[in-house]
């Protein structure tokens, strides 16, 4: 299929049609109809989350998960419906940002998140959010998005989201902010411990793991890291227990009258 990409150059904006060497002129007109669509399609989609009060959260890191949610699950269903290949999607995701106002990715912010539009999909800001479609609500709301993005920039866990359906299962269970301190940090290490166990100590690729077989891998990766889970607890703890005392304010010189 072939996909109507703009690029700016020398000041102007050119069409360009990157997914085939000479496009007809019978593929320029579908590629400009199906851009069309694509401009209705995030118009639309920018439309609903501001009556939703969701587009109030881009540019700040609480709750922005909860648009980006948004924002995937109504791209999900319209980009499975193009049948697009791999290599076409990529180029997708530049005219859908293109035709963005107010959820356009222009990299200004950190809070946006990686959003380059050409070279590897998932470094997409638009990728990531349909990918968090995968994910009901209740599971995609149990982690920010700098968290989501560390997972989706992790080989493993983007390979195989069984990944990270047991990490969700695994904070929910062992996770207390009370005892364990920060999200951000725990998640880090438990990746981390995943990461080690199977890239680097038993190589195996977990898409040919059954269920059971690859939780058992992923509950001994835990087992390693439960060790500093319990020094992290007593050092919450013990700082609780013995704060620091607070400096008395120094008593400033009067001045001579």
Known sequence: MVILVRKEVNGKILKTFPSVTNATPEQIIQAELQDKKIKEKICCIEDNARKKNLLQLKGGKKDIVKLYHYVGSQLKPFLNSLNLTESERQHFWREINFHSSELKMTGATEDEGPVRLEGLAHRSAWWRMVKLADWSEEDAFELNWDMWSALFD?????????????IISTKREKYDKEKDGGLQTWLRTLRRAVTRRISKETKIDTTYLDDDELKAELDAALATVETDFKSKREEVAKRKADPKKKQPKKKQPKKAG
């Open 154 to 166: 992790t080989t493993l866990s983007r390979r195989d989201g069984r990944i990270i359906d047991w």
